[in-house]
């Protein structure tokens, strides 16, 4: 089996290279990453890749160098990852964090084969035209988000007419049990100190605000053709439980596991089959208990503007999308506060929801591509306006 390995260097990507060295059956084709050079040129060396891409394009000849003496293909860029994506594999990875991830993706998916999603953004701004690309192409998608790779699982063998709603758990991050007035003065470092989950500081900073949950709860829409309604989000601390579905008979099937990114992975990696995984088995009489409570959307917002953006049509996922990200960065570069990051994207979508036609149907890629454009421009004027 051929495998490409789409961000390569962060958190997943280092995971699923991890699964794929406890194999001898798995040959490398495409790595790709961003700033870490000297990782990617190691993972490149290690699975003797016949291509590495770095997406900074001022980081090629770094990359060149540290490849110097091999017989692998370097190159750099956005127009370099795309060109890689179209290198035929069995199976890819899409670990891309962000909107930069959208054209790789695509063009991934137009190569048949699996596609293991990693980032959601994909489906939150151009969900049915993934979906419309992976039909036309023959290429299975099998979603990498806990929550998803949970109800997919849960799913396996159902009717899907008998699905009655999905229930998206979320470990509620650092600021659970923090009152709003003390959120409002959350450091970076407190925002993207996860209690539960090792991962990269966007991912991290993202399931502080739980805008990562909301950009879940409209994957979850796309992903599995649900009404808004049939969708619910609990906060649950432990993070065992990674999402249930319900069904009409009364009947729940929850998906459990250890809070290790391997478990999906390796599902994906290993779909349809099944084999083992070097993750921790859950020892019941430890965990003790397990508890629930509702979503709070006064103190985390997003999660009522991800319910406003399914109800906007389908280029809103692209403008919630771009916006956020612009807020996240905002909030990194200490321009704005925590608090900030949700008004922020609340004012962009009114401001956008009235300007533009979000509603419009069968948006192409450069479509997509312009309602971000716009709402980080939004999002910029904001900043400059209400930043401090």
Same mark, same amino acid.
């Given at each position: 089996m051929r495998a490409n390995v789409f961000g390569a260097t962060g958190s997943v990507g280092v995971n699923t290279l991890d699964l794929i060295s406890r194999r001898d059956d798995i040959e490398i084709g495409v790595l790709t990453g961003a700033g870490n050079i000297d990782l990617l040129a190691r993972q490149a060396r290690t699975f003797n890749a016949r291509h590495a891409v770095t997406a900074d394009p001022d980081r090629y000849q770094d990359l060149k160098d540290a490849l110097s003496g091999t017989e692998v293909n370097v190159s750099a860029g956005p127009g370099a990852l795309v060109d890689a994506a179209g290198v035929s594999a069995d199976w890819t990875m899409s670990a891309i964090v962000g909107f930069a991830g959208?054209?790789?993706?695509?063009?991934?998916? !137009?190569? !048949?084969? +699996?596609l293991a999603l990693a980032n959601k953004e994909s489906l939150v701004c151009a969900g049915a035209l993934l979906q419309q690309t992976c039909a036309e192409n023959g290429t299975t998608l099998?979603?990498?988000?806990?929550?998803?790779?949970?109800?997919h699982q849960a799913l396996c063998g159902e009717d899907s007419r008998t699905l009655e709603r999905v229930i998206l758990t979320a470990s509620g991050g650092?600021? %659970?049990?923090?009152?709003?007035?003390?959120?409002?003065?959350?450091?970076?470092? /407190?925002?993207?100190?996860?209690?539960?989950?090792?991962?990269?500081?966007? +991912? @991290? =900073?993202?399931?502080a605000t739980m805008f990562n949950?909301? *950009?879940?709860?409209? /994957? &979850?829409?796309?992903?599995?053709?649900?009404?808004? /309604? #049939?969708?619910?989000?609990? =906060?649950?601390? #432990? @993070? =065992? +439980?990674h999402s249930m579905v319900g069904f009409t008979d009364g009947s729940i099937m929850a998906q459990l596991g250890p809070s290790d990114m391997r478990g999906? =992975? !390796?599902?994906?990696?290993?779909?349809?089959?099944?084999? @083992?995984?070097?993750?921790?088995?859950?020892?019941?009489?430890?965990?003790? %208990? *397990?508890?629930f409570a509702p979503e709070d959307t006064s103190r985390f917002?997003?999660?009522?503007? &991800? %319910?406003?953006?399914?109800?906007?049509? /389908?280029? &809103?996922? &692209?403008a919630f999308n771009g916006a956020k990200e612009a807020a996240l960065d905002a909030f990194i570069d200490e321009r704005i506060g925590f608090l900030d990051m949700a008004a922020l994207v609340e004012d962009v979508l009114e401001t956008l929801n009235s300007d533009t036609s979000l509603a419009r149907?069968?948006?192409?890629?450069a479509d997509i591509e312009t309602i971000d454009k716009l709402a980080r421009e939004r999002s910029a004027a904001w900043v400059a306006r209400k930043g401090h």
């Open positions: 959208l054209a790789p993706t695509l063009e991934a998916a !137009g190569q !048949g084969g +699996i099998v979603p990498v988000d806990s929550e998803h790779s949970a109800i650092p600021f %659970r049990t923090w009152p709003v007035e003390k959120m409002a003065k959350a450091t970076l470092a /407190e925002a993207q100190a996860h209690p539960n989950w090792d991962m990269g500081q966007r +991912i @991290s =900073i993202d399931s949950k909301a *950009l879940e709860v409209i /994957e &979850a829409k796309v992903l599995f053709d649900l009404e808004p /309604e #049939q969708i619910e989000v609990v =906060i649950h601390p #432990q @993070s =065992i +439980i999906p =992975i !390796g599902y994906a990696l290993n779909y349809p089959a099944r084999r @083992s995984l070097p993750v921790e088995r859950l020892n019941f009489a430890d965990i003790a %208990r *397990l508890e917002p997003a999660l009522r503007l &991800a %319910r406003d953006v399914m109800n906007m049509g /389908e280029m &809103a996922g &692209a149907k069968a948006p192409s890629l």
